[in-house]
T-cell receptor, first 116, second 113 residues
Framework: NAGVTQTPKFRVLKTGQSMTLLCAQD?????MYWYRQDPGMGLRLIHY???????AKGEVPDGYNVSRLKKQNFLLGLESAAPSQTSVYFC???????????????FGEGSRLTVL | TQLLEQSPQFLSIQEGENLTVYCNSS?????LQWYRQEPGEGPVLLVT?????EVKKLKRLTFQFGDARKDSSLHITAAQPGDTGLYLC?????????????FGIGTKLQVIP
């Protein structure tokens, strides 16, 4: 069972470069999220999506863009990477209670990004 | 943003000891979740508490949701090295929607054999 898959798992970028993180889920979940995890800061929500074609800002959206063109995929883009974006990024998905789900978030294994 | 504060942030104990970690907020949550995260992996759900005053048990782990639904605790009895990990509490806003799920900083637990 694949669940939530993130690619790539590791990446090193130079300041100013761009990149895209891909999240794919095979559970037909409506909601998808991108979090970043930093020491002493916990998991902070970057952007989220409640369905195909819709996205919204979370707590720390600056410097990131997202797209959800297909229900199973949620892309996180960095247009011009900065050292402050060095972090571990986690994608998650859930089936909301209103749709008969439990609200449990299923996470990917994380993508470790270093910006030099 | 509804803040969830966890304490302690770090805990190192000997195998067999008991411990309690706390998750507190000034805001009301419709439910609270507890996750455990191991190094190099994403968090995995342990339990969801929904009703104020609710107590749930998962083997040696006991979870409680405060009566006012502003706080929760996790008690581990006779801790084992396999309990080592980062424990995170999380919750949706009081409106009940899971569009924005907020996480606490976490409690990093180390159980020494």
């Amino acid at each position: 069972n694949a669940g939530v898959t993130q690619t790539p798992k590791f990446r090193v970028l130079k300041t100013g470069q761009s990149m895209t993180l891909l999240c794919a889920q095979d559970m037909n979940h409506e909601y998808m999220y991108w979090y970043r995890q930093d020491p002493g800061m916990g998991l902070r929500l970057i952007h989220y999506s409640v369905g195909e074609g819709t996205t919204a800002k979370g707590e720390v959206p600056d410097g990131y863009n997202v797209s959800r063109l297909k229900k199973q995929n949620f892309l996180l883009g960095l247009e011009s990477a900065a050292p402050s974006q060095t972090s571990v990024y986690f994608c998650a998905s859930t089936k909301p209670r209103l749709a008969g789900g439990t609200g449990e978030l299923f996470f990917g294994e994380g993508s470790r990004l270093t910006v030099l | 943003t509804q803040l969830l504060e966890q304490s302690p942030q770090f805990l190192s104990i000997q195998e067999g000891e008991n411990l309690t970690v706390y998750c507190n907020s000034s805001s009301v949550f419709s439910s609270l979740q507890w996750y455990r995260q191991e190094p190099g992996e994403g968090p995995v759900l342990l339990v969801t508490v929904v009703t104020g005053g609710e107590v749930k048990k998962l083997k040696r782990l006991t979870f409680q949701f405060g009566d006012a639904r502003k706080d929760s605790s996790l008690h581990i009895t006779a801790a084992q090295p396999g309990d080592t990990g980062l424990y995170l509490c999380a919750g949706p806003p009081n409106s009940g929607g899971y569009q924005k799920v907020t996480f606490g900083i976490g409690t990093k637990l180390q159980v020494i054999p």
